[in-house]
């Protein structure tokens, strides 16, 4: 059984598309928040996703330097 290639052509592409889902998710789920009426314990449960959210946002940010500096060595 033969390894799969290592197809890195496209990650800053896919990683830029994750970001941009991911602020999407934030902004809906604030947007949700502030039209519902919810307990303050649901409140802080949004909050806390959303605050893990932002630091997955913080990663692919890195993760796409990261690739972006592989891409431009010719890494790959």
Do not use: C
């Not at 496209?10 to 830029?16: I, S």
């Not at 998710?25 to 449960?45: F, P, S, V, Y």
């Amino acid at each position: 059984m033969k390894a799969k290639p290592d197809k890195r052509q496209d990650n800053v592409e896919k990683l830029e598309q994750m970001v941009e889902n991911t602020q999407e998710n934030i902004e809906a789920t604030e947007e949700t928040a502030d039209n519902l009426d919810l307990t303050e314990e649901d409140r802080k449960a949004i909050q806390d996703k959303n605050h893990r959210r932002q630091e997955s946002i913080e990663s692919f940010k890195a993760e796409i330097a990261d690739e972006q500096g592989d891409r431009e060595r010719g890494e790959y």
